[in-house]
């Protein structure tokens, strides 16, 4: 069974300073993975996602990650943080690309102070 | 073009009250499903639908039902509602290769 494992729940970084937001995976077969953020009282929004091609994967507001086959891992930098960065961020998996079977991490909320 | 529309936005039941959480998008996805959020929980799958008239269950399925008639609409009902109900729930459909796009979600309080 797939699984995804977010490694703090809580992450604070001053303005500038490098985000990292950590996500380890359990897959039987070849994952997809996905994050995402949520902004206070909104949905889900992509920020980006590996599907099998490159490894590095760069998504919106400058964000990106990296697939680590040998570590199970695809966490999710950025080299200078934003106030506009603070929301909750969640990775996902999927063993298909049919999507009907997405499992999300419990979340990591990302706090910038000035 | 709206995406995926959830209605209503905000809602209070009372214990023992049914309802149903609307789902309506417009991009002819085949795929969508239900979730609910929950501090400290993430996002649990209720149901998903692969295309119209298909539906199955996803992790936390008790106490709700679906049905997709059409590939625009993929309803949920709740048949009793019960505290534990209370969560935001989202609606979400998905295009291979791009992943889900999520409805602004439903604030459910079950009083």
């Known amino acids: 069974a797939q699984s995804v494992t977010q490694l703090g729940s809580h992450v604070s970084v001053s303005e500038g300073a490098l985000v990292l937001l950590r996500c380890n995976y359990s897959s039987s077969v070849p994952p997809y993975l996905f994050w995402y953020v949520q902004y206070p009282n909104q949905g889900l929004q992509l920020l980006l996602k590996y599907t099998s091609a490159a490894t590095l994967v760069k998504g919106i507001n400058g964000f990106e990650a990296e697939f680590k086959k040998s570590e199970t891992s695809f966490h999710l930098t950025k080299p200078s943080a934003h106030m506009s960065d603070a929301a909750e961020y969640f990775c996902?998996?999927?063993?298909?690309?049919?999507?009907?079977?997405?499992?999300f991490g419990k979340g990591t909320t990302l706090s910038v102070s000035s | 073009n709206a995406g995926v529309t959830q209605t209503p936005k905000f809602q209070v039941l009372k214990t023992g009250q049914s309802m149903t959480l609307q789902c309506a998008q417009d991009?002819?996805?085949?795929?969508m499903s239900w979730y609910r959020q929950d501090p400290g929980m993430g996002l649990r799958l209720i149901h998903y639908s692969v295309g119209a008239g298909i539906t199955d269950q996803g992790e936390v399925p008790n106490g709700y039902n679906v049905s997709r008639s059409t590939t625009e609409d993929f309803p949920l009902r709740l048949l009793s509602a019960a505290p534990s109900q209370t969560s935001v729930y989202f609606c979400?459909?998905?295009?291979?290769?791009?992943?889900?796009?999520f409805g602004s979600g439903t604030r459910l309080t079950v009083v």
């Open positions: 979400a459909s998905w295009e291979t290769g791009k992943g889900y796009t």
């Open positions: 991009m002819n996805h085949e795929y």
């Open positions: 996902a998996v999927s063993e298909n690309q049919a999507g009907t079977a997405l499992i």
